[in-house]
């Protein structure tokens, strides 16, 4: 799940870590005063000055009044930090071995995702790692969000007090928000829209999405059995927020790649992400891909879902809904029916008035 900050936002956060560091750090490392620099977007600092000690700092200072900026009453704790070559960790207390984890997983994940969409990361992304849902909460888009990533910033942000819920984990949580880093890195958001962009990190991770979805129902098959989508021009920019269209939404984004990939090969769909990395518009591509237009196919996606999909599925996606109705119907009809019988004995013993002699 994608999520960006405010430009207005940041620049009183950036201002504030460079008086930070400015004050703390004087005397530690000479220069100029960098209150100007981290001030400046995007952040930057003279190339003699990117040593490992020196980038960590700046980096772990900016983030933290960054975060404390924009969320106050959410990031009121200390955080903690481990600084590797390929990715920084910021954790909350009592999560370290998490975060070793994170560390230790990443760069085989990485390289997974490099293999499959035949990109390089060419970034150092940040991973949080916040530990109460309530803060995570103040944060996410939806209070389904377990993960999101903020590709302007190569950050990433999970709740922990679920990521470990079924069916996420760790590692297909993490890949997929790395997988949105590799895409907005490589493709511009004006031709990444938001349909194909969580399908895509849905597909490579599994399947997996980064919000808690209805394990024991599709509101996807409820959509097609009523013919009442979420039309893709709906989902280009963002999302709803209501919890069932957000479900379907995904459901919906997910499909699509997957028809697309099932159809004409996930070679094809390489070959589409590489059209709109080199700046082609959105549409144009997928014709020139699949010569088709999007509507076209999201017509074809339409048939195909309707032709495997019957009342007999959307019925057993609900049978124990179905079973219960129908154990409430049964003990209603016995209930009535012990009415009426204790009704008809009544009316069947002899009155007083018949024992009289």
Not at 224 to 242: E, H, M, Q
């Amino acid at each position: 799940m994608l999520f960006r900050f405010s430009d207005l936002m940041l620049r009183p956060a950036y201002l504030m870590a460079g008086r930070y560091l400015e004050r703390t750090a004087r005397d530690s490392f000479r220069g100029p005063p960098l209150c100007r620099q981290l001030s400046q977007w995007p952040l930057t600092c003279p190339k003699k000055r990117q040593g490992f000690l020196w980038a960590g700092l700046r980096i772990f200072v900016f983030l933290t009044a960054l975060l404390i900026a924009r969320f106050p009453n959410s990031f009121a704790v200390q955080m903690q930090a481990l600084l590797y070559r390929d990715v920084q960790v910021y954790f909350e207390s009592g999560l370290r071995s998490v975060a070793e984890e994170v560390a230790r997983i990443y760069p085989g994940i990485r390289n997974e995702l490099q293999t499959t969409l035949g990109w390089r990361l060419e970034m150092r992304p940040s991973v949080l790692l916040i530990s109460k849902r309530s803060r995570f909460q103040n944060m996410a888009e939806s209070p389904l969000t377990v993960a999101f990533a903020v590709p302007d910033k190569a950050m990433i942000v999970i709740d922990h007090s679920r990521v470990t819920l079924r069916p996420f984990s760790l590692e297909t949580v993490l890949k997929h928000e790395l997988c949105h880093l590799f895409l907005h890195q490589h493709v511009e958001s004006r031709n990444l829209p938001r349909w194909l962009d969580e399908g895509i990190c849905q597909w490579v991770s599994g399947g997996i999405s980064d919000i808690i979805m209805y394990q024991k129902r599709s509101l996807l098959n409820r959509a097609i059995l009523s013919r009442n989508y979420i039309p893709l021009t709906a989902l280009g920019k963002r999302f709803p927020r209501k919890a069932d269209m957000l479900s379907l939404a995904y459901e919906e984004s997910k499909s699509f790649v997957t028809f697309l990939v099932g159809k004409y090969g996930m070679d094809r769909v390489l070959v589409l992400l590489e059209r709109l990395r080199s700046g082609m518009e959105t549409n144009a591509a997928f014709r020139e891909t699949f010569s088709s237009s999007i509507s076209t196919l999201e017509n074809e996606w339409h048939d195909s879902l309707r032709k495997r999909t019957t009342w007999f599925v959307y019925l057993s996606y609900h049978l124990y809904e179905i079973l219960f109705a129908l154990m409430a119907m049964v003990t209603i009809y016995a209930s009535f029916r012990l009415i009426q019988k204790k009704r008809a004995y009544r009316d069947e013993e002899p009155h007083e008035d018949e024992w009289m002699p």
